[in-house]
């Protein structure tokens, strides 16, 4: 498939270089990576729904092709000055994981932005599982060794293939995730943390984009508990459930997703 009108580059934006993409005419969505990984993500949606909308993705700090800073930053205001720098009034916020925080966060202090609200695998409770605080600690205990292949290896099971082994994620989606991955985790490291908003749980109340929420069957039970308690606080949102996915929908059911995030998305004129 070709994509509309590309353009990539670099935007000097509150003292970072911020590597993003950008193409075709309409309507924009903006999509937001998780952590560990970076824009490329979205290949396929940004792709495919090139064909319609404008489609923005970028690399957040440390991530990507964007280098961390150290000066002090937020990615709510970053993404806020790439939008001005590329003239874009309003968009269509997609984040899957630490990018639907980002999502919220960026609703939350520019509301006038946003036109709707997709957020996949979100869970802002700090409590979590025990089978999750087991996968994360072996995760981090691979990581802190040195161990960069077998922490990739774990997060691969733990975060895309899910409870159930998922057979259905493609192999080259599989290579493109292990090799994300592999690329942040051998980024140099982040000793600047971005500017988080406070209580942002408590503050869902407050989000007016039109909202759909996203959860895979196969991921930690956790994430489902938390699409129905952001279900229930978030006015005119709703939630949805992927069969046949862990953490990464998007990966593991690719058509469904497009197809499910377009279908929301053209409900949500702005």
């Known amino acids: 498939m070709t994509i509309n009108k590309l353009t990539k580059g670099f935007a000097k934006v509150n003292g970072g270089n911020i590597y993003y993409e950008l193409a075709g005419e309409g309507e924009a969505i903006l999509f937001l990576h998780g952590l560990f990984l ?22 957040l700090r440390g991530f990507g092709c964007t280098e961390i800073t150290e000066e002090p930053f937020s990615n709510y205001d970053d993404i806020k ?9 309003k968009v269509h916020v997609v984040g899957l994981s630490l990018g639907a925080l ?14 709707s609200l997709t957020l996949c695998s979100l869970n802002l409770s700090r409590e979590v599982s025990e089978e999750m605080q087991k996968a994360r600690q072996e995760i981090w205990q691979a990581l802190e060794s040195g161990d960069i292949h077998k922490s990739t290896q774990l997060s691969e099971k733990a975060w895309l293939l899910g409870s159930a082994n998922s057979s259905v994620v493609t192999e080259e989606n599989r290579e493109l995730y292990r090799n994300m991955l592999e690329h942040n985790l051998n980024m140099p490291k982040i000793n600047r943390k971005p500017i988080f908003l406070t209580n942002t749980a408590e503050k869902l109340e ?20 938390a699409a129905s308690i952001i279900q ?13 996915s862990a953490h990464i929908m998007n990966l593991s059911e690719p058509e469904l997703f497009t197809k499910k995030l377009h279908e929301f998305i053209s409900s949500c004129k702005v």
């Open 232 to 244: 229930e606080r978030i006015p005119n949102s709703k939630k949805l459930r992927f069969e046949q």
């Open 102 to 115: 980002m999502g919220v966060e960026f609703a939350l202090v520019y509301p006038e932005r946003v036109g």
């Open 81 to 89: 000055a790439l939008l001005d720098e590329l003239e874009v009034e």
């Open 206 to 225: 407050e989000i007016t984009a039109p909202t759909l929420i996203m959860y895979g069957a196969l991921d930690f039970a956790d994430y489902e508990k």
């Open 38 to 59: 970076d824009s490329r993500l979205w290949e396929r949606q940004f792709n495919e729904l090139s064909q319609s909308y404008k489609v923005i993705r970028l690399d």
